[in-house]
C-alpha cells in the first residue's frame, strides 16, 4: 500500500526506515547536511504507536542514527522504540537488481529485539543466502564511507598507473586485467578515465575526511584518492589540449556523454562539469550529445554549449570528438560515418573503449587513457 499520508502510515508500522538525501553542506565545508534526516525523525516521532524500529538507511557520520534517537525521545518522551544503520549499497541504474540480489545486508543494532525485527524484514535475502552482517550501530555507519572511500581510493590508483603507463609505454588496460585476475584485488573499478564523479563517492570521501578529523585521526590514502581525482580532470584537459596542438580556442569539439556513468542523468560531479567549463574558457566551441542527461546537464553546465540529438550530428565537422561516458550506442559507433563527417580525425577516447591499433588503422589521429 502506497500513502503520502504519514499519520496514516506510521501508526501501524513496526520499521520505519528513514531515506533520504545528505548532501555535502551547502557551506562548502565537505560535511554531510543531516537537515532531511533530523527533519524526518521530527515529523515521525509523534506518530509512533506500540513498538517500532526507525532505520536509518541513508549514508551518514557515525553518531547520526543516536542523535535521531535523542531526538525522538524529545519529542515523544513515551515513544517505544530502537534505531538501526542499515546503510544501502545500491548503485545507480541498476538498484532494483541490487536490492534483489545484493552482495551482503548491514544490519547495526543494539538491542536482540530490533535485531529481530531486522532480521524478519530481510528474511527473504536471507532465504536466498545473501549473507546479512549484523553490528554496531557506529560499526554500520562507518561501514558505508569505508566501502565508498575505498573504491574511490581504487579508482584514483588506476588513473594514477594509467598516467605512470603513457609515460613507460605500457597498456593500462592489459595491467588492469592482469591485476585484476588476483583474488586479493579483483578486476571491478580497475577501470581508468577522467576521474569519479557522482552523488556518492566525492561527497562521501570528504564526509568521510571531516569524520576522521573531527575524532583527531588522519586518512591520507583518501586525502590523496580526493587530489588525484582533481588532478585527474585536469589532465584530461591537458589531454584534449594537446591533442588540438596545443589550442583549442576556436575549435569545434564533439562531446559524446555528459552524465558521470552510463544508464543515469546524473550530473553531480561529473567529470564533464570541470573538463567542459575549463574549454569553454579558452575558446573552444562545444557540441555535445547524450542519451538521457542533456536537460540536467543544462543546469549544471555554462552557457554556450550545443545540445545535438544525435551522435554523429555532434561529430559533423568538428575538430576533435571526446568519448567522455561510455554509454552503450558510443561503443558501436560507425567509425567509417565518423571520421568522413570530422573537420579533423581526432577522436580522444577517456573510456578506453576502442582498441588504439584499429582505430590508428581507419586513419584516427587517437589517444586514450594509460594506452599508447
Same mark, same amino acid.
Given at each position: ?30 560535511? +554531510? ?13 509523534? *506518530? ?40 544501502? =549499497?545500491?548503485?545507480? &541504474? ?12 548491514? !544490519? &547495526? ?18 532465504? @536466498? %543466502?545473501?549473507? @546479512? ?32 603507463? $603513457?609515460?613507460?609505454?605500457? %597498456? ?7 591485476? #585484476?585476475?588476483? &583474488? ?11 576521474? *569519479?564523479? #557522482? ?11 571531516? @569524520? ?15 587530489? !588525484? ?18 589550442? $583549442? +580556442? ?40 547524450? /542519451? ?10 555554462? +552557457? ?8 554523429? $550530428?555532434?561529430?559533423?565537422?568538428? %575538430? ?17 560515418? @565518423? ?16 582498441? /588504439? $591499433?584499429?582505430?590508428?588503422?581507419? #586513419? =584516427?589521429?587517437?589517444? +586514450?587513457?594509460?594506452?599508447?
Amino acid at each position: 500500500c502506497f500513502t503520502t499520508n504519514i499519520a496514516e502510515a506510521i501508526p501501524e508500522a513496526e520499521a520505519i526506515f528513514i531515506a533520504v538525501g545528505t548532501p555535502s553542506s551547502r557551506r562548502g565545508d565537505g560535511y +554531510a547536511d543531516l537537515t532531511y534526516i533530523y527533519e524526518a525523525s521530527k515529523e515521525i516521532a509523534g *506518530y509512533l504507536r506500540g513498538y517500532t524500529v526507525i532505520v536509518d538507511k541513508s549514508t551518514v557520520p557515525v553518531g547520526t542514527a543516536r542523535q535521531v534517537a535523542r531526538i525522538i525521545r524529545k519529542e515523544n518522551p513515551a515513544a517505544d522504540f530502537d534505531v538501526a544503520s542499515n546503510p544501502e =549499497f545500491l548503485r545507480e &541504474g541498476a538498484a532494483i537488481a541490487d536490492f534483489m540480489r545484493p552482495d551482503r545486508v548491514v !544490519v &547495526g543494532v543494539e538491542s536482540e529485539k530490533a535485531g529481530q525485527v531486522m532480521q524478519e524484514i530481510y528474511k527473504p535475502l536471507y532465504l @536466498i %543466502d545473501t549473507p @546479512i552482517v549484523r553490528t554496531t550501530i557506529e560499526t554500520a555507519e562507518l561501514t558505508k564511507y569505508a566501502a565508498n572511500a575505498f573504491l574511490a581510493v581504487k579508482i584514483s590508483f588506476i588513473n594514477e598507473i594509467a598516467n605512470v603507463c $603513457e609515460s613507460v609505454g605500457a %597498456d593500462v588496460t592489459a595491467l588492469a586485467k592482469a591485476i #585484476g585476475m588476483d &583474488g586479493r584485488i579483483g578486476g571491478k573499478f580497475l577501470h581508468p578515465g577522467p576521474g *569519479y564523479g #557522482g552523488s556518492c563517492f566525492p561527497k562521501d570521501t570528504l564526509a568521510l575526511m571531516r @569524520i576522521v578529523q573531527e575524532h583527531g585521526e588522519h586518512m591520507r590514502i583518501v586525502e590523496a584518492a580526493i587530489e !588525484v581525482n582533481a588532478a585527474q580532470k585536469a589532465r584530461m584537459v591537458k589531454k584534449i589540449r594537446d591533442m588540438l596542438g596545443g589550442s $583549442e +580556442a576556436g575549435k569545434t569539439i564533439a562531446v559524446l556523454g555528459l552524465t558521470f556513468k552510463p544508464e543515469t542523468d546524473d550530473m553531480r560531479d561529473a567529470p564533464a562539469a570541470t573538463i567542459l567549463p575549463a574549454l569553454l574558457e579558452k575558446g573552444a566551441r562545444i557540441r555535445a550529445h547524450d /542519451p538521457k542527461g542533456m536537460a540536467e546537464a543544462k543546469k549544471y553546465l555554462p +552557457a554556450g554549449i550545443e545540445y545535438v540529438e544525435d551522435a554523429y $550530428e555532434a561529430c559533423g565537422n568538428a %575538430d576533435a570528438v571526446v568519448l567522455m561516458t561510455e554509454w552503450n550506442q558510443y561503443r558501436a559507433l560507425d567509425l567509417d560515418r @565518423i571520421i568522413e563527417i570530422m573537420r579533423q580525425p581526432v577522436f580522444i577516447d577517456l573510456r578506453n573503449v576502442y582498441e /588504439p $591499433e584499429k582505430m590508428k588503422s581507419l #586513419g =584516427f589521429h587517437y589517444t +586514450a587513457v594509460g594506452r599508447r
